[in-house]
DNA sequence: CAAATCAGGCCGTCGGCACG
DNA sequence: CGTGCCGACGGCCTGATTTG
């Protein structure tokens, strides 16, 4: 994949704390008094980087001996250092690095594409990992390090840590658009009902999915998921970013239609996953909406709201399943406005 | 036109906090 | 008491703009 050789090059010669690096930096400084390491220096990177490896393997720090022992050098890591709770990043080698980024695209794609929960309970969370991370290893040809992720239960569990923290980030900050959604597009609305009957309205029977038809303040049932509090959460976080760096920019090419082949096949839908995610996020913002008009609290905890989610899912399953032409018709439609 | 610089925002990390 | 969540922050990537 392109992203390897460009930044992560880069970022590697960058930082390795507490390592020396170059110290004979030939280079004069060009810029700033900070330590921007010049560009170009991709020899003296590489030995820096073999330089740090031997160091391992010499007796310098037990601890790192001990996690690496027995396996081959593509596949070391780096432990955590004392304070910090996950492993870092950037401490790591650079093939564990690469798959790890590859790891993060995989479930960040996932949690739009296939599943936003795809790994709630603890057995489905390691197993889930594990298959990402062997299978993102693989992809970058880092066998070692894939034959690795079977078999050592603590390196997986680390960077599945690191892994998950990402996905977690994810469902919070969608959760902070949605929070910011529901005064505006549910509760200014014209309507004589008090806030906390309203709510409860709203949140019955996930009432809060459709749009209200015109002129009235009926639910336009043919229009699931298009209440505006779902189509702008969505379009928000996913579609809008600078300069293409949208998430659903960065997996563009993954939008399909149900249909294969004829014209309606040309006709892009929004995932199952991403409009379930959605309106789970709303309606964890509306179960925990304040009169105050903040939050009570902030959590949007993956097993608090998996069953939700699932409701959400199983209901656009079975649209697709049973009318395949109006599931279509509706999220071709919400694709269209959000993109 | 190429190189240097700018600026906005993403990303990794940290540590506090709440919850079971 | 471990674990997940969350706000904050600093570093740095990247497209845009300026400069020669």
Redo the contacts with the bound molecule.
């Keep these: 994949m392109c ?1 390897i050789k ?2 992560w090059d ?2 590697q010669q ?2 390795v704390p507490h390592f020396r690096r170059t110290q004979a930096k030939s280079k004069p400084v ?2 700033h008094p ?4 010049t560009v170009h220096a991709t020899q003296s990177g590489d030995d820096d980087d073999d330089d740090d490896d031997d160091n391992n393997d010499n007796k310098h720090v037990a601890n790192r001996r001990d996690v690496n022992k027995g396996w081959p050098k593509e596949a070391h890591y780096e432990p955590i ?1 004392s ?9 790591q080698p650079f093939p564990l690095r690469a798959v ?2 590859a790891a ?1 695209k995989h479930v960040t794609g996932d949690i739009i594409f296939d599943s936003a929960y795809p790994s709630a309970d603890l057995n489905n ?1 390691n197993k889930y990992h594990r298959q990402v991370l062997v299978e993102s290893a693989r992809s970058l040809s880092y066998n070692h390090l894939a034959g690795r992720f079977k078999k050592d239960d603590e390196l997986l569990k680390l960077i599945a ?2 892994v ?3 996905t ?2 994810i ?2 900050q969608f ?2 658009v949605t929070d910011s959604k529901i005064e505006g597009f549910y509760l200014s609305v014209g309507t004589s009902k008090d806030t906390t009957a309203r709510l409860a309205y709203l949140i019955n029977q996930m009432n809060y999915i459709y749009p209200l038809k015109q002129h009235n303040e009926d639910l336009d049932v043919n229009c699931p998921y298009g209440h505006p509090a779902v189509i702008s959460s969505i379009k928000h976080y996913f579609f809008v ?6 998430l659903a920019n ?1 997996h563009s090419t993954c939008f399909t239609s149900s249909f294969k082949d004829g014209p309606l096949s040309l006709e892009l839908e929004l995932p199952i996953a991403m409009v379930s995610l959605a309106a789970t996020a709303i309606h964890a913002s509306l179960v925990k909406w304040d009169e105050t008009g903040s939050q009570k ?6 097993e ?1 709201y998996q069953d939700i989610y699932e409701g959400h899912e199983a209901f656009l399953q079975s649209l697709k399943a049973e009318w395949l032409k109006f599931f279509h018709k509706t999220m071709h439609a919400l694709h269209e406005i959000v993109a």
């Design positions: 992203l460009t930044h880069k970022a960058s930082e060009v810029r900070h330590h921007r390491h250092v304070p910090a709770r996950t492993l870092g990043i950037k401490n790890v980024k993060i969370f840590g690191v998950n923290a990402r977690s980030r469902r919070t959760k902070e970013g600078d300069r293409g760096s949208s960065k609290s902030k959590g949007f905890r993956a608090e």
